[in-house]
C-alpha cells in the first residue's frame, strides 16, 4: 500500500507511468467511466479549497465512484479527536483518502497511522499533486525533456509550491531559479532533503537569486504563487511589502524568452503577485494547469489503488 506526500515518495519511473496514465484518461473519458466502481475517497479538508475538491471529486465520479467531503467543522483534526484515531476510523470506510492540512506533521501521521493511501491534498511543506499535473501540463505543451527545461519560481520561496518545485528539480533533473527575498528562502529541511535527492546534478541546477529579472533570463517557464499562502494572514502586510519587487508583469517578462510560459497554481491575486495583462496574455496557460488536475489526479488515483487503464 502507498500513500502520496511528497512526489519523493514516487520514482521518476513511477512519476512518468503516472504521466502515460493521464494522458490516457484525457485522451478518452467515457471508456474508463468504471474502474473506481465501489470505491469510496474521502477528501478530509482542514483549509479551504476549489480546485482540489472539485477535481478529486468530478475526477472520481468520472471513474465510477463515490466522494464524502469532510470539512474542518465536521472532524475537528487533531482536536474533537486524535489524528491516529481519525485515520484508523477513517480506513474501515474509506478506500482512499485525500487530506488538506495545516501542518505537514499531520499528513506523515495520517499516512503512518491509515490502512488506506493516503494522498496529500496540500500541507504547509508540499502540494504533490499541483506540482505533478504542473509537470505534466509542461510535458504537453513542450517537446523537450524535463531535464532540458529551465523553472523561474518568483516569490514566496518558502511556499510549498517552491518546495514542490525543489522535489521536482530533483527528480527529473529541472533547471530551477528561485528568485526570492533573503527572509523567505527555502525551508532548510526541504532544502537538504532534496539536495540529497538530487545528488550533483541538483548543485548545478538549482539557484536561489534576489533577483526576478537575472531568474528569467533564458526560462521555459515563470511561475508564481500567491504572498500570502493559506494559514498566514496576520503577516499579510509585511509579506505584501516584503514582494513588492517579485511582480510577474509586463516588464519582467520583456526579460525572459519571447516564447516563455506563465504558471500560476491558483488562487491568484491580480495586481499582487501577477497582473491582469499577464495572467490574460497568450504566454499563460494557468487555465490548462487547472484542466489537467483532474486528468492528472485520477491517474494518481487508479495508481494507488492499483488499477490501470491498459
Ligand atoms: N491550486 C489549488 O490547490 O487550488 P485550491 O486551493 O483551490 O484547491
Ligand atoms: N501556497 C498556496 C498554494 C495554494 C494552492 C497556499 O498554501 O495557500
Not at 475537528?76 to 487530506?99: F, H, N, Q
Not at 514542490?164 to 527555502?186: D, G, H, M, V
Amino acid at each position: 500500500m502507498r500513500s502520496l506526500i511528497s512526489i519523493l515518495d514516487l520514482s521518476s519511473d513511477e512519476i512518468r507511468e503516472i504521466f502515460a496514465q493521464a494522458a490516457r484518461l484525457k485522451a478518452e473519458r467515457k471508456r474508463w467511466e468504471k474502474l473506481l466502481r465501489g470505491k469510496t475517497l474521502g477528501l478530509l479538508f482542514d483549509k479551504p479549497s476549489l480546485r482540489t475538491r472539485v477535481s478529486f471529486e468530478v475526477g472520481m465520479h468520472q471513474l465510477g465512484g463515490y466522494t464524502l467531503y469532510l470539512g474542518p467543522h465536521e472532524v475537528g483534526l487533531g482536536k474533537r479527536e486524535s489524528v491516529k484515531d481519525i485515520a484508523r476510523t477513517l480506513s474501515r470506510y474509506l478506500d482512499c483518502l485525500v487530506a488538506r492540512v495545516f501542518d505537514h506533521t499531520t499528513i506523515v501521521e495520517l499516512a503512518r497511522e491509515a490502512d488506506i493511501p493516503v494522498i496529500n491534498g496540500l500541507s504547509n511543506l508540499f502540494h504533490p499533486c499541483q506540482i505533478l499535473s504542473d509537470l505534466f501540463t509542461i510535458m504537453e505543451k513542450r517537446e523537450k525533456k524535463l531535464k532540458d527545461i529551465k523553472i523561474a519560481f518568483i516569490g514566496d520561496g518558502s511556499s510549498n509550491m517552491a518546495n514542490s518545485w525543489l522535489c521536482a528539480a530533483a527528480q527529473f533533473k529541472i533547471n530551477l531559479a528561485i528568485a526570492t527575498p533573503q527572509r523567505y528562502e527555502p525551508n532548510a529541511a526541504v532544502l537538504l532533503k532534496t539536495r540529497e535527492a538530487g545528488g550533483k546534478s541538483f548543485l548545478r541546477n538549482v539557484c536561489v537569486l534576489r533577483d526576478p529579472v537575472e531568474a528569467v533570463k533564458e526560462a521555459d517557464v515563470i511561475y508564481t504563487d500567491t504572498w500570502v499562502s493559506m494559514g498566514q494572514d496576520e503577516e499579510r502586510k509585511e509579506r505584501k511589502r516584503a514582494f513588492r519587487r517579485f511582480q510577474v508583469n509586463e516588464e519582467l517578462l520583456q526579460s525572459a524568452k519571447p516564447d516563455v510560459m506563465v504558471m500560476h497554481c491558483l488562487p491568484l491575486h491580480r495586481g499582487e503577485e501577477i497582473t491582469d495583462t499577464v495572467i490574460e496574455s497568450p504566454q499563460s496557460i494557468i487555465f490548462d494547469q487547472v484542466e489537467n488536475r483532474l486528468h492528472l489526479q485520477k491517474a494518481i488515483l487508479l495508481f494507488l489503488l492499483d488499477k490501470k487503464t491498459y
